[in-house]
């Protein structure tokens, strides 16, 4: 079974930075484009930032020039790093990949979510 666990978020002033961190473990034969989604209350779930297995990376707009995304391959992780965090960026957020993996001696393709963490940005 592969598991995708965060650490990083919590309570933070508007202007002030906090990184994440994801790290995909399990029986893992290749993880691909890895991200992170985040969701607002009473808003639905989008994409923040992505990035591909040859580090080609993608943001949202509302976040472009602030957050950036980086993994190690080498042990299946994915970071965000958030500098100058506003009141809008506060939500629970989510990392996100996709994994080819081994199930009961099975190779098992699947997209997987981490159980989220809640990043708070306080004005």
């Known amino acids: 079974q592969v598991q995708l666990v965060e650490s990083g978020g919590g309570l933070v002033q508007a202007g002030g930075s906090q990184r994440l961190s994801c790290v995909a473990s399990?029986?893992?034969?290749?993880?691909?484009?890895m991200g992170w989604y985040r969701q607002a209350p009473g808003k639905q779930r989008e994409l923040v930032a992505i990035i591909t297995t040859n580090l080609r990376t993608n943001y949202a707009d509302s976040v472009r020039g602030r957050f950036t995304i980086s993994r190690d391959n080498a042990r299946n992780t994915v970071s965000l790093q958030m500098d100058s965090l506003k009141p809008e960026d506060t939500a629970v957020y989510y990392c996100?990949?996709?994994?080819?993996?081994?199930?009961?001696?099975?190779?098992?393709?699947?997209?997987?979510w981490g159980q989220g963490t809640q990043v708070t940005v306080s004005s």
């Open positions: 996100n990949a996709d994994v080819d993996g081994m199930i009961n001696w099975a190779r098992k393709s699947d997209n997987y």
């Open positions: 399990g029986v893992i034969l290749r993880v691909n484009d």
